[in-house]
C-alpha cells in the first residue's frame, strides 16, 4: 500500500539547477526518515542525502550545492541541487523509511528512480 515516487530529473547545463521531489503515499502512519541515493552508469549506488529526526547530512561530494527538505504535511521530500557538474549525472533514487501503524516498525521503500543528466 506504500508507494515512493521520484519525480524533477532531466537534462542541465554544468551550472545549471533542478529540484527532484519525492512523494510517499499509501498506508503511512510516520515516516521516520528520507533520503536520496544516486547510481552512475557502472557505478554502485551511494548516499546523496539524508534527513532524520531533525537533523540532515549530506555527501562530501554535494556539500554546499544540494539541500536537502522535507514538506511532512505532503509526505514530499525535495532535493534542490544547484551548481551542477557533469559527475552529478545518476539516476537518483528516494529512500524513506515508513512505519505503517503503531508499532513504529519502520520499513524502507524505494522509488523507481529518476534519471539526472549534467551535460553541455
Known amino acids: 500500500q506504500v508507494q515512493v515516487a521520484e519525480s524533477g530529473g532531466g537534462l542541465v547545463q554544468p551550472g545549471g539547477s533542478l529540484r527532484l521531489s519525492c512523494v510517499a503515499s499509501?498506508?503511512?502512519?510516520?515516516?521516520?526518515?528520507m533520503g536520496w541515493y544516486r547510481q552512475a552508469p557502472g557505478k554502485q549506488r551511494e548516499l546523496v542525502a539524508v534527513?532524520?529526526?531533525?537533523?540532515?547530512n549530506y555527501a562530501d561530494s554535494v556539500k554546499g550545492r544540494f539541500t536537502i527538505s522535507r514538506d511532512t504535511a505532503k509526505n514530499t521530500m525535495y532535493l534542490q541541487m544547484n551548481s551542477l557538474k557533469p559527475e552529478d549525472t545518476a539516476v537518483y533514487y528516494c529512500?524513506?523509511?515508513?512505519?505503517?501503524?503503531?508499532?513504529?516498525?519502520?520499513?524502507?521503500?524505494w522509488g523507481q528512480g529518476t534519471q539526472v543528466t549534467v551535460s553541455s
Open positions: 499509501g498506508s503511512i502512519f510516520s515516516i521516520n526518515y
Open positions: 529512500n524513506a523509511g515508513i512505519s505503517r501503524d503503531a508499532t513504529y516498525n519502520v520499513y524502507s521503500y
Open positions: 534527513t532524520s529526526g531533525g537533523n540532515t
